[in-house]
């Protein structure tokens, strides 16, 4: 019988190699290859398939709520047992304080166990207590063994486990030592399948990168079930988690949190992030209705027109897409006659968010006219619609309820697109629906006056 021959593995990028080299052949990294033995091959066992209507129990569909209602809308209504949850952010923007919190939560009735590679039980132990959590009955572990916690989280037949963080935990099989990407391949792969054996839900905290990408391969986020990241504006107490990748829940859902000195709360009404508004009404400013996952969110853009001091005029998106308000510049000069060819033009969006979809081009165009002329709009305005190339004012999904959120934030006045424009407006609402940019603008503007 052949002996199995020994692998080389490279303890930057995880690359194998059938002989040493000074140098890894796939990342270049100098003196990264160390040996591992081949591990013998195991021994085939019987698999069984079982029907997808039949097997299945109740209890272990059952979703495990987290304490945050913003973080179970997130994850598509709480936690499902044995899933893998990969939590990234950066540094100090409260990721263990929002772990922490959800695991005093779930500790109330259902086994915990918190292993902790980056503070010692005491440091922990005085973090709950400054939050004022009665976590007593979570289980603390200061331990970066991978094997000791996963075998600690079976003896306690632990129903959430929470790894804070990936980079700290190594295991013996992997050889290489803690944050290696060969480590964080063989640790996360580990944790996958305790999780998908043992129905336990796993929540695993990532570093990221300067790009804010989480730290390691991109191989982690395809081996976890949902990967939610923190975001916030720098200087700002509010926070914001993204879910990127859900299997049991909407992608690109968004949960809202303040950071206060006892910990984080949630915050149940966006609006009050986005629409900070001045008392008085400023030319350049309107709201808009966009849908960041299953929830419309009422945002606040401001524009501003300038005419050009010197060289080329520019063109400054804050929030949005560069390109496309371009795009916009040119259909709006084509088709409106609103030509901003000798102005600047700046674009933002208030509370540092991204705005990806369409619905917000025709109040983009509003608030440039607005600027432009040096015109107030009405205070009770909001605007939504995607404008097309050839001038027209095009639908945008979910009409309906972006109506209805706008009026139950008190807005009585909305210019959107003809199609979206409903039969039957919400009580007290005017809606005027468009079809062309030039109508849009003059129904927005005439009101202004």
């Not at 996360?188 to 336990?200: C, H, P, Q, W």
């Amino acid at each position: 019988m052949a002996r199995a021959s020994p692998t080389f593995v490279c303890g930057s990028c995880g690359g194998e190699s059938l002989k040493w080299q000074g140098q890894c052949p796939l990342c270049g990294a100098w003196n990264s290859l160390e040996q591992r033995s081949a591990a013998s091959p195991r021994a085939a066992s019987a698999a069984r398939a079982v029907a997808l209507s039949a097997g299945i129990s109740a209890e272990a569909t059952q979703r495990i709520a987290s304490g945050a209602q913003e973080l179970d809308r997130v994850l598509g209504g709480g936690i499902v047992p044995g899933s893998v949850i990969l939590l990234g952010g950066d540094p100090g923007i409260g990721k263990s304080t929002l772990l922490l919190q959800v695991a005093a939560s779930v500790a109330g009735t259902q086994p915990v166990l918190y292993a902790s590679g980056e503070e010692s039980v005491a440091q922990v132990s005085l973090r709950a207590q400054r939050l004022a959590l009665g976590a007593a009955a979570v289980g603390v572990l200061a331990e970066t063994d991978l094997a000791a916690i996963l075998a600690l989280a079976a003896e306690r037949r632990a129903a959430l486990l929470v790894i804070d963080s990936i980079q700290t935990v190594q295991s013996a099989t992997a050889g290489t030592a803690a944050g290696a990407v060969s480590q964080l391949r063989e640790c996360t792969a580990e944790l996958v399948r305790f999780a998908k054996s043992s129905g336990t839900a796993v929540i695993i905290v990532g570093h990221v990168t300067k790009e804010g990408t989480i730290a390691g391969p991109r191989l982690l986020e395809h081996l976890v079930d949902t990967v939610l990241y923190f975001e916030h504006e720098a200087g700002s107490r509010y926070r914001i988690v993204r879910a990127t990748k859900n299997r049991f829940g909407a992608v690109n859902e968004l949960g809202f949190f303040a950071m206060t000195a006892g910990g984080l709360r949630e915050v149940r009404n966006p609006a009050a992030i986005f629409l900070a508004r001045p008392s008085e009404p400023a030319a350049g400013s309107i709201v808009t209705v966009s849908r960041e996952g299953g929830r419309p969110l009422l945002i606040e853009l401001q524009a501003l027109v300038d005419r050009m001091r010197f060289g080329a005029p520019r063109r400054i998106a804050q929030g949005l897409d560069a390109n496309r308000l371009a795009m916009l510049l040119a259909a709006a000069s084509r088709h409106a006659q609103l030509s901003l060819q000798e102005h600047d033009v700046f674009v933002n969006v208030v509370g540092g968010i991204e705005i990806a979809e369409t619905s917000s081009d025709l109040p983009v165009l509003i608030a440039l006219a607005s600027s432009l002329r040096g015109q107030p709009l009405p205070a009770q305005l909001v605007s939504f619609g995607e404008i097309g190339l050839t001038g027209e004012v095009r639908p945008v999904p979910y009409g309906d309820e972006r109506l209805r959120e706008a009026h139950a934030q008190g807005f009585r006045l909305a210019i959107v697109p003809h199609g979206n424009a409903p039969r039957s407006a919400p009580a007290g609402m005017r809606v005027i629906g468009a079809t062309r940019i030039a109508e849009a603008l003059e129904a927005a503007l005439a009101r202004g006056a």
